[in-house]
Structure formats: structure tokens, C-alpha cells
């Protein structure tokens, strides 16, 4: 005989699930992730907790509309139907939510059926001259909540003289925001702590908890868990890796990117004896792995990705630009190119280089986060225009720019500063480029050296020499707060209404691609991390 079931605890329970940072909408080669699988998985766990008695709440932690194939070509409407259909009980911006500038973004709070939480997400009027720092002067940003406050009531066994909790929920976007993506200049991201502390000290009186939702790097987490530590748990983004960290008391929660993890933290509310509550959380993070596509979601994706397949059909997106040899993978992971040298990210370099090599550039430098597709390719297969449309979504262009080799140290040192972490600024270069540069050391003194051919370049700062390099119109305005690009002086830019790098790229590969032979698809040395075993740049 069956074991009758444990009765439902008498205290408050909520269960949470969580995930962050989703640019890819189907699974990974490993089969994992995918809206539709998602949402399959979501299903389960929500029917699971309601059997359990435990009221549940799902959040997700930015970085959903843009940085991919489809955000670009629909601004992100996809993934808005679709959470329409998901019934998030609440997001919080990421800096890509601005991918298509904040009018977009206001229109799609504002019509959304779920709040979007931007606590520090402000908006100044016309002619206003306030900083981050006057946020207090300033309204929320149309269409975002400050907070939002749920009720978590006992399960009905616990009896009528049961009392619930109040949880606040706070909402923090990275104030490097414009270094990573496209507000307008009326918006203003005031600090997380300060600004965390402020609405913490406004919602006390009327919550028993507070917890945040969190689009900031593991760094701006911490800070924030020491700063407020009011706040018991946080679930963020903006990393791309699963994480489950204390800081002191404050649970830190991320489950990583692309709906690979759901992240379920099951929260208990524990009355304490000074008439506090007392919260007592337990993370899992449950992999979406081969899971059954959800229907209703895949239903949306498949209206959008036929439209998507039309237009790039119609731009001549099924031609084949070069082919993958057997034997040979053509890797455009998240975990590879924003960590070390990747063959894909050489051959933009070299295309960049290549145009302005007529006017003096001498190498092209592209940041990793600027290939977007996560995935593989393995040999033999073909790659086609819309492979890379697919691979290259952002509407950038090159720009041509003059430095001293002291300054492109310094935006290399830049580019380099979470490394051995993965980041999106990590440096790619042409072929005519190569260095070398120690993690380990401190921030700004970890490039030890950079060739131009096979000459040294002279980096000491009395050298007055210039070289130029092709680099990104996005590099070009210190983009990914690489701010160094801003000390030398811009030669030629595309403008706004230039050929976008995939076009360039795929006029480039038009011309090279039918010679590219397996070499082309392995590191060829340009980028060397020293004091690392060899095959960790490989």
C-alpha cells in the first residue's frame, strides 16, 4: 500500500523559476534549451507545484527581445508573443531589451499583461542635464514598474488563522547599458545599490522580504548582496554561465543562457520570534534537455521563422558562400568565441582588414560577442548567406581608425578584462595581427606583446607612430565600455547607412570562400593565452 501523502506545511512556501539571457529560440547541439522546449518543462513544474500545494511564480532576468537572428528581423515581437503565451509573472529589462531603442521597449511594457521591472531605469525630460546620480529628480521609464509586491498565502490546511507574507520584488538593469546597447540619451540607469537601497527602505514597511531580479555581472551582484543586504534573494542574468552562489546571507541564482537551465528555487517563509520573517531558500537548476516542444510556442515560431525564411530567400540567402570540409567544425558557441581565438571570428577580421586595406589599415579586430548564432557546423556541409545573416544579426558597420600602439594596447587591455571569463569583448584578430596576453595578471598589464607580421609592435607610450585598424562602428563609440577606441581618431566610417559586416562578409567570402581549406577552420595562433595547458587556444 502506498504511503498516504505528507500533509502541505503550515508555513508560506513559494517556488520561483527563473531563467536569463535567451538569444538562441531552439535547442543547442547537445539538445539543450529551446523556448518550446521550455515551456513544456515550465508546464510540468507548474503542475507539479500546484499538486504540492506551493503557490509558484515564474521571472525572467533580461536579455530576451534582441541579440539574435530573429530580434533583429521582428525588434523582438517574437519573444513578446510568446511570453504572452509563457505568463511570466514579472521580467526585469537586460541592457539587449534596448536593442531597438526605448520607444519599442516603452510600447512593449506598456501592452504587456505582466509587469517589466526597471527600478533604476529612468527617463529625464527634454534639455534635462541629469546624471545618474540626480535619479531621485527623475521618473521611471514609461511602462516600468519600480517594484511589484505578491502575496504568498499558507496552504489551506495551515487554517484560517494562518498568516501569509508579502514579498517585494525589485527590478536592476546594468547601468553600462549605453556602452552595450541602444537607449536613447533621455534614459538614465542609476546605481543598483543606491538605488536598491532606497526602494528596500520605501517597501519595508509594507513586506515581509524583499528580493531582486537582477540584469548585472556577478561583480554588481555582490556589490549589491553587501550593500543591501535586506535583500535575501537574487535572481540575476547578464552572465552566461549556471550559477548557485552565497554572498553572506543573500542567495545568488543565474541559470546560465539560451533556456538551457530553469531554475527553481523553492523559498520558505519562517515566522521568527521577533515577529520577522525568516527565508529559507533551496536553488536547483533543472535542465531543459530533449524535452517535447510545447505546441502553442512552436506555433509562433514557425510563423516567424517562415517569414524570416522568405525575406532571406528573397535577399539570396540560400546561396553558398564556402563549405565546411569532413572532418572539420565551423564553431560559433558563445562558450568558444568569447574565451579564445575562433576560426569564424578570423575570417571576419580578415574581411574587415581586407576592405579598408587600401587605406592603410593594417588589421582588422572583432569582438566575440559579436557572433551570435551558438552553435556548430560540422563538416562536410555547406554555409550559406543566411547562415551568416543568421550568425551576424546586429545592423553594424566598420569604421577605419588611427592609434598609436600604446592606445590599441589599451583598448586590448580593455577588451581582455574578464578574461579567463567569457565576455562578449573578447579580441579577434586578422590574420596580419597576432598577440599575446596573460589572464592572470593584473587588469591593464595582461598584453604582453602584439605583432604586426612578424615584427613586434613598439608599445611604450612615447612611441608616436600610428597604424590603423579596422575595427566595428560599435568598437568605435566604446562599445562593450571599451572606451580607448575613443582616443584615436576615426579616418572613415560606413555611417548608419553603410553595408552592415554581414553583408561585407558575405561579399568577402563571395570572392575567398571557394579556397578556404581546412586550416581555415582551426586556430591559426593569432591570439595566445599564456600559462594555460596548450589546448586551452585550441
Known amino acids: 500500500m502506498a504511503a498516504p501523502p505528507c500533509p502541505p506545511p503550515a508555513v508560506p512556501r513559494l517556488r520561483i523559476f527563473t531563467v536569463n539571457d535567451v538569444y538562441s529560440e531552439g535547442p543547442n547541439g547537445r539538445g539543450l534549451g529551446g523556448w518550446a522546449q521550455l515551456a513544456s518543462l515550465l508546464e510540468e513544474e507548474r503542475a507539479r507545484a500546484a499538486n504540492e500545494g506551493i503557490p509558484s511564480l515564474f521571472v525572467v532576468c533580461g536579455d530576451f527581445l534582441g541579440g539574435s537572428a530573429l530580434g533583429e528581423a521582428f525588434e523582438g515581437r517574437h519573444v513578446v508573443e510568446m511570453l504572452e503565451v509563457l505568463a511570466p509573472d514579472m521580467v526585469v529589462v537586460g541592457n539587449h531589451e534596448f536593442d531597438f531603442g526605448d520607444e519599442v521597449l516603452s510600447r512593449y511594457m506598456q501592452a504587456s499583461s505582466y509587469p517589466w521591472l526597471g527600478t533604476n531605469v529612468f527617463v ?24 511589484h509586491v505578491v502575496d504568498v498565502n499558507p496552504p489551506p490546511a495551515a487554517g484560517s488563522d494562518a498568516a501569509g507574507v508579502k514579498v517585494g520584488f525589485i527590478g536592476l538593469c546594468t547601468p553600462a547599458t549605453p556602452n552595450l546597447s541602444f537607449p536613447s540619451e533621455d534614459i538614465v540607469f542609476g546605481q543598483p545599490v543606491d538605488v536598491a537601497a532606497a526602494a528596500v527602505a520605501e517597501l519595508a514597511p509594507s ?49 546560465g543562457m539560451d533556456n538551457h537551465y530553469l531554475g527553481i528555487i523553492d523559498v520558505v517563509f519562517h515566522p521568527h520570534h521577533d515577529g520577522a520573517v525568516n527565508v529559507v531558500a533551496s536553488p536547483t537548476l533543472l ?20 517569414e524570416q525564411a522568405a525575406r532571406i530567400a528573397a535577399n539570396g540567402g540560400n546561396e553558398v558562400l564556402f563549405s565546411v570540409p569532413d572532418g572539420c567544425v565551423l564553431d560559433t558557441r558563445s562558450e568558444v568565441i568569447r574565451r579564445r581565438e575562433a576560426p569564424i571570428c578570423n575570417l571576419i577580421a580578415d574581411c574587415m582588414h581586407a576592405y579598408f586595406a587600401g587605406k592603410g589599415a593594417v588589421g582588422g579586430i572583432i569582438n566575440g560577442g559579436f557572433v551570435r548564432g551558438n552553435k556548430t557546423y560540422p563538416g562536410p556541409c555547406d554555409i550559406t548567406a543566411g547562415d551568416l545573416q543568421y550568425e551576424l544579426p546586429f545592423p553594424k558597420t566598420i569604421s577605419l581608425i588611427e592609434l598609436t600602439p600604446a592606445i590599441f594596447k589599451a583598448a586590448l587591455e580593455q577588451m581582455l578584462i574578464n578574461a579567463p571569463d567569457a565576455a562578449g569583448s573578447f579580441p ?111
Request: charged share 20%; proline share 6%.
Open 124 to 147: 529625464r525630460s527634454a534639455g534635462s542635464s541629469a546624471t545618474p546620480a540626480d535619479w531621485r529628480e527623475l521618473d521611471l521609464m514609461p511602462g516600468a514598474a519600480r517594484w
Open 207 to 255: 513586506v515581509d522580504a524583499v528580493f531582486a531580479l537582477t540584469h548585472l555581472r556577478e561583480a554588481g551582484d555582490r556589490a549589491l548582496a553587501q550593500g543591501v543586504p535586506a535583500i535575501k534573494l537574487l535572481l540575476g542574468g547578464h552572465d552566461h554561465a549556471p550559477m548557485v552562489s552565497y554572498e553572506e546571507e543573500t542567495l545568488l541564482v543565474k541559470t
Open 287 to 306: 535542465a531543459n534537455h530533449s524535452r517535447v516542444p510545447h505546441p502553442d510556442i512552436t506555433a509562433v515560431l514557425a510563423k516567424f521563422k517562415a
Open 428 to 538: 579577434h584578430l586578422s590574420s596580419s595581427l597576432a598577440m599575446e596576453f596573460d589572464a592572470s595578471l593584473p587588469v591593464g598589464e595582461r598584453v604582453l606583446a602584439i605583432k604586426l607580421g612578424s615584427v613586434p609592435l613598439d608599445l611604450s607610450e612615447d612611441n608616436t607612430d600610428t597604424i590603423r585598424i579596422t575595427i566595428t562602428s560599435f568598437m568605435a563609440v566604446g562599445g562593450d565600455s571599451v572606451d580607448s577606441w575613443l582616443r584615436g581618431t576615426i579616418v572613415e566610417d560606413l555611417g548608419d547607412d553603410g553595408p552592415h559586416i554581414s553583408a561585407l562578409f558575405i561579399d568577402y567570402l563571395r570572392k575567398v570562400g571557394s579556397h578556404l581549406g581546412p586550416d581555415a577552420f582551426v586556430p591559426a595562433g593569432r591570439v595566445t593565452q599564456v600559462g594555460v595547458p596548450a589546448d586551452a587556444n585550441e
